[in-house]
């Protein structure tokens, strides 16, 4: 096939100029010495610096190496996106402009894909350069990511990846979501990742663009996308279940509160008013949160069924159907 792509190479940047000729060298280096049909997708994510005007001279250079320049910063994930849909490579490899992820490890992370069928290949930096201040945050997230999605990585926000070319054409991600696409993959039916040790090398050029805002907003993006992958079709059972709930339990309270009021009454005990028990509005509160929380269900449900697409449901291969 002419112009066939064994891989893909995309590099989200933002204010790297001083690395990316050192990168597109490096990954020129390996891709001829394997022999790879590539190209080299560099997304200048609104740099402030020459990244573009160094991105343009690499490709005066190197017909291999492409450029996308946004006129504004919008972020990794948001680069990432719209690399994906540029890229043409039956494998296609993201990964970081600053050098502390090595081309070396892109034929194993082929072959990976290729030769064992993975659809996604997630890199794990086992030893790392960081600060502590970023090691430990981390860890944590994705120890709370691997509880909650049931994919069993040690390093999602890696990234050094690898994804069947099906894969990066039919996920979306926006926010901060870049550290979750394995998640993504896998609600979208892509379920074979795997991992792989990767070399972390210290950072030589510039700084983190990363600061501790980004924990919060990650784990603010992993209570949606958890929430999305399991009930966006079926948002009824989450609401419906949660407004059942709470009005069973409101309910209940009731008929506790006038039942223990006629059984009083009966045996000649005085006691409050129901409607002077603090308990009685804790009832009333919750049988009008669970009639509210149930409604939302519904008509989230009505919504969701009205707005039932075609490409919601994916289809990768076809036989006999010329």
Aim: aromatic content about 12%; glycine content about 8%; charged content about 25%.
């Amino acid at each position: 096939m002419a112009n066939h792509l064994d891989i893909s190479i995309l590099v989200p940047s933002y204010n790297e100029d001083e690395s990316l000729p050192e990168l597109c060298s490096w990954i020129k280096k390996v891709m001829d010495e394997k022999n790879f049909a590539y190209e080299v997708v560099i997304v200048d994510d609104g740099s402030t610096d020459r990244t573009w005007e160094v991105t343009q001279e690499i490709n005066a250079k190197d017909k291999n190496v492409k450029g996308i320049k946004f006129n504004r910063n919008y972020g990794k994930s948001a680069a990432l996106n719209v690399g994906f849909k540029a890229v043409k490579g039956d494998v296609v490899i993201t990964m970081d402009a600053d050098l502390q992820d090595s081309p070396d490890e892109i034929p194993a992370l082929y072959d990976k894909i290729m030769k064992e069928g993975y659809d996604l290949v997630s890199g794990w930096k086992k030893k790392r350069y960081d600060p502590i201040s970023k090691t430990v945050p981390s860890k944590f997230f994705n120890a709370v990511t691997r509880k909650l999605s049931g994919i069993e990585l040690n390093d999602f926000n890696c990234g050094l990846k690898a994804y069947k070319n099906a894969v990066v054409k039919n996920v979306a991600i926006h926010g901060e979501m870049h550290r979750y696409i394995p998640v993504i993959a896998k609600w979208r039916g892509f379920d074979k990742i795997g991992e792989q040790v990767v070399e972390h090398r210290a950072r030589q050029y510039g700084v983190s663009k990363f600061g501790l805002e980004r924990f919060i907003n990650g784990f603010l993006d992993l209570l949606s996308i958890t929430f999305v992958t399991k009930f966006r079709k079926k948002p009824m059972h989450f609401f419906g279940l949660l407004g059942t709930l709470s009005f069973m339990f409101g309910f209940v309270s009731t008929l506790f509160l006038i039942w223990e009021k006629w059984i009083n009454l009966k045996d000649g005990t005085h006691v409050r008013e129901i409607v002077d028990q603090p308990f009685f509005y804790i009832a009333l509160v919750m049988l009008v949160i669970g009639v509210q929380l149930f409604l939302g269900g519904f008509l989230a449900e009505m919504i969701t069924m009205n707005g039932h697409k075609e490409d919601d449901y994916l289809v990768i291969e076809e036989v006999g159907n010329d």
